[in-house]
């Protein structure tokens, strides 16, 4: 079982649909969450955190928190084409020092 | 504020060479971590520091091997180079003290021939 995991995608969405991003870890330890945007050619760019159950919004962007699902999601509402892009799950792990597992992404479309 | 910086941008190197890439944190910040990032993968964990202190290590060979200087800045150092450590070498920075919004740098390319 990989420590974080996303499905691969890639996931297209019409635009100004909601794009649903789902994501499960292994660490039942795990306190905080990301989720990051990375275009093409580019680093990692910080869209939310999460540390706390339940939902937390920040614009467009909804990240979800389930610890006793292990699972973490992220809702884009009213997707733009500028939303093209991998998102990346990201857990902090407690187990071993401190850590910072990645998921493999999942590709976002969205057509205009 | 100036964000996190990387040097150099691109690197190529030869197989068994040494190779050493440096991050720069955002100001205040304490804490710098380095991942390795191939294509279609997500980053792969290699160092955290902390207050000048290693903090985490990932999975990586002994080759491997990081430090922090006094203000905050980081070196990541890799031995005898292979073809497999081709790949985006990122750096990220957080605050610390309960805030673990990680920030990335653009990023160093190293090709290995």
């Known amino acids: 079982q990989k420590e974080v995991e996303q499905n691969s995608g890639p996931l297209s969405v019409p635009e100004g649909a909601i794009a649903s991003l789902n994501c499960t870890y292994s660490?039942?330890?795990?306190?905080?969450f990301f989720w990051y945007r990375q275009y093409s050619g580019k680093s990692p760019e910080l869209i939310m955190s999460i540390y706390s159950n339940g939902d937390k919004e920040d614009g467009r962007f909804t990240a979800q928190l389930n610890k006793a699902s292990q699972y973490v999601s992220l809702l884009i509402r009213d997707s733009q084409p500028s939303d093209s892009a991998t998102y990346l799950c990201?857990?902090?792990?407690?187990?071993?020092?401190?850590?910072?597992?990645f998921g493999a992404g999942t590709r976002l479309f969205v057509k205009a | 504020d100036a964000g996190v910086t990387q040097s150099p941008t691109h690197l190529i190197k030869t197989r068994g060479q040494h190779v050493t890439l440096r991050c720069s944190p955002i100001s205040g910040h304490k804490s710098v971590s380095w991942y390795q990032q191939v294509l279609g993968q997500g980053p792969q964990f290699i160092f955290q520091y902390y207050e000048k202190e290693e903090r985490g290590r990932g999975n990586f060979p002994d080759r491997f091997s990081a430090r922090q200087f006094p203000n905050y800045s980081s070196e990541l150092n890799v031995n005898a180079l292979l073809l497999g450590d081709s790949a985006l070498y990122l750096c990220?920075?957080?605050?610390?003290?309960?805030?673990?919004?990680?920030?990335f740098g653009p990023g160093t390319r190293l090709t290995v021939t």
């Open positions: 990220a920075s957080y605050i610390g003290q309960g805030a673990y919004e990680q920030y």
């Open positions: 660490d039942r330890g795990s306190q905080s």
């Open positions: 990201a857990v902090n792990m407690p187990t071993g020092g401190f850590k910072t597992i």
